[in-house]
């Protein structure tokens, strides 16, 4: 095998990795729309709990936002690193 091939496939796998990384980021989609889909709910059940259903939802996205930035992290570790 050539310097070249190697080099190719190596930049390939790079490549694979960090997009396999990055299917983290769809489970964090999902839930924020489910968090977002429950407190429009929730608010549309009891209006008077709209203050402390959004600082609950805000809370969740926030946690399954960081996943997403954690999985981005790794790609990109994986690609400028590797």
């Known amino acids: 095998?050539?310097?070249e091939a190697a080099q190719f496939i190596k930049?390939?796998?790079k490549f694979l990795a960090?997009?396999?990384a990055m299917v983290g980021t769809i489970g964090a989609g999902l839930g924020i729309?489910?968090?977002g889909n429950g407190a429009v709910q929730g608010i549309a059940r009891n209006p008077d709990a709209a203050g402390i259903i959004?600082?609950?939802m805000i809370l969740a996205v926030a946690?399954?936002?960081a996943v997403a930035i954690y999985?981005?992290?790794v790609a990109q570790?994986?690609?400028f690193t590797a």
């Open 63 to 65: 946690f399954a936002e």
């Open 11 to 13: 930049d390939g796998m």
């Open 18 to 20: 960090a997009g396999l």
């Open 33 to 35: 729309g489910i968090a």
């Open 71 to 73: 999985s981005l992290l």
């Open 54 to 56: 959004q600082t609950n």
């Open 77 to 79: 570790v994986i690609l």
């Open 1 to 3: 095998m050539t310097p």
